[in-house]
């Protein structure tokens, strides 16, 4: 269910300051393209209310342009701050939130968020732009006012037979790990510029993370209560009396509970419902524990699907906290499973770094089978989603699932088989012997995996999770061999 960050948030291409500001920068031919109010008409003030000072005047000077991606009402749209702006005050209030930022100046700065520093926009071989968290972005959404003698965003001409991304001097971003996840949960958070001894305050107000519920049932004993909030414009569907909002929380409480109680292990530290409709999923992090749900996907879903999902994303954090996917065996394992040759460009790769090839590689169809028996929408009676073939993480992620659960196992392998590329359809004994094959040789990997020491001194999770893993492991060999003899 979870895409893991392989696409990135749509953000529209308009361009929201106050209709004063873009009918003199512009002219009115621009206004009327389509320009609406993302910054609060009449808002637009020092909160003292007091004249910015000289240093901030000095910074501002030095600043083009600041773009403030924000979700409002659920749509993702684009603020434009000008220098003259900056130039007239220190304080914004914003509709909806900020989820991503882009600042560009005349010459290097420390642009930080609340401490946090932002980091520089590269430019690629062919002349991109990217940005961290974001991804390529076009030259032609850096939106500079009419008449404006610098663009700030011609790269310099590419270095001959040099594959290294250089710097934009000046260019700054931030965006979160979670696309569509806001740059600060806090109500109010500051944009700080420095240079040469100087420094401005940019203080921007906006709908900040709401808290939903404090206590959350269905935990394992000792456990403490879940957060979960939410981000976005307060919406009547939030309200905790409509939308069964309370059972929804509850149904994600008791995925997450079932993992953590499933391994002795606490896995999630808060959950976020994200106001974005241009996405409908859930998704974790590498290197957190949170959880995070797009709105469409909390308001939509079944409760029992809800549970699955949290489930998933929650075994996403087992992974990472286990370092499966960093195991030769694991890729190689994967590779084979995908069908790739012993000394093929795709096998190489994955090996090397985890990641499977842009270039679609061919499952091999002995392997594909299991791929898709392993996935959510087969082996959960009932559910959807689950993209096992998609890479190491997938993988690893729904096989935990399917081990969870492995009491389905008979009963997943006996019934229709949904596969992408053709019709449900029986397998035959032998493809259920092939399926059986894989899902021992996978067990015995994992095992291998967990009574290595090198696995453990670069695992994050408990010595307690990893016993109680290796037990899981060992009752399905049990449970696999009898479906074998069973076959025969």
């Known amino acids: 269910m979870s895409y893991r960050f392989f696409r990135r948030l749509t953000v529209g291409f308009v361009c929201l300051v106050p209709a004063a500001i873009l009918l003199s920068a512009l002219g009115a031919g621009a206004l009327a393209a389509g320009a609406a109010g993302g910054l609060k008409p009449g808002r637009h003030y020092s909160p003292a209310p007091a004249e910015p000072t000289a240093e901030h005047r000095s910074v501002a000077s030095r600043i083009k342009l600041i773009h403030l991606y924000r979700v409002a009402q659920g749509k993702s749209e684009k603020s434009v701050l000008t220098q003259g702006d900056l130039q007239t005050t220190s304080f914004l209030e914003i509709d909806g939130y900020v989820a991503g930022i882009v600042a560009l100046c005349d010459d290097e700065m420390e642009v930080s968020i609340d401490g946090r520093r932002m980091p520089p926009i590269t430019i690629g071989n062919g002349g991109d732009l ?39 001097a000046g260019g700054y ?15 109010m958070f500051n944009i700080s510029f420095e240079a040469h ?108 699907e809800l549970t699955a999902i949290a489930e998933h994303e929650s075994l996403h954090i087992l992974v990472d906290q286990l370092r499966l996917t960093d195991r030769l065996e694991v890729r190689e394992l994967f590779s084979d499973l995908k069908g790739y040759e012993a000394l093929s460009q795709e096998r ?105 020491r090198g696995l453990q001194n670069g695992s994050t999770a408990s010595k307690r999770t990893l016993q109680h893993l290796a037990s899981q492991l060992t009752d399905a060999r ?3 061999l009898q479906e074998r003899l069973q076959l025969r």
């Open 130 to 168: 990217w940005v961290k968290n974001f991804g390529k972005l076009r030259r032609t959404d850096l939106f500079v006012p009419a008449g404006s003698r610098d663009d700030g965003i011609r790269p310099p001409e590419p270095v001959r037979g040099s594959r290294q991304p250089s710097l934009l």
């Open 173 to 187: 971003s931030f965006f979160p790990e979670v696309p569509g996840d806001a740059v600060s949960p806090e109500l």
């Open 197 to 304: 001894g100087e420094k401005l305050n940019l203080t921007v107000q906006q709908n900040g993370y709401t808290s939903l519920c404090a206590v959350v049932p269905d935990l394992p004993p000792g456990r403490d209560p879940i957060p979960f909030c939410y981000a976005g414009n307060p919406p009547a569907q939030f309200s905790r009396s409509s939308a069964n909002i309370d059972g929804r929380i509850r149904a994600i409480a008791k995925g997450i509970g079932a993992v953590e109680s499933a391994f002795s292990s606490n896995l999630i530290d808060g959950v976020t419902i994200i106001d974005a409709e241009d996405r409908h999923d859930a998704v974790t992090s590498n290197g957190s524990r949170r959880m995070w749900f797009y709105g469409n996907a909390f308001l939509r879903e079944s409760l029992a």
């Open 348 to 452: 190489l790769e994955l090996v090397a770094t985890g990641r499977t090839p842009a270039r679609p590689g061919r499952d091999r169809n002995e392997h594909a089978a299991f791929f898709a028996f392993i996935s959510e929408n087969n082996f959960m009676k009932g559910m959807r989603g689950g993209h096992a073939q998609t890479d190491p993480e997938e993988f690893c992620t729904s096989f935990l699932h399917s081990l969870m659960h492995i009491e389905r196992f008979g009963e997943a392998l006996s019934q229709r088989l949904k596969r992408p590329d053709s019709s449900p359809r029986y397998l035959s004994v032998d493809e259920k012997n092939a399926v059986v094959g894989d899902y021992l040789r996978t067990l015995d990997v994992v095992a291998q995996t967990l009574a290595d």
């Open 478 to 480: 049990v449970t696999l």
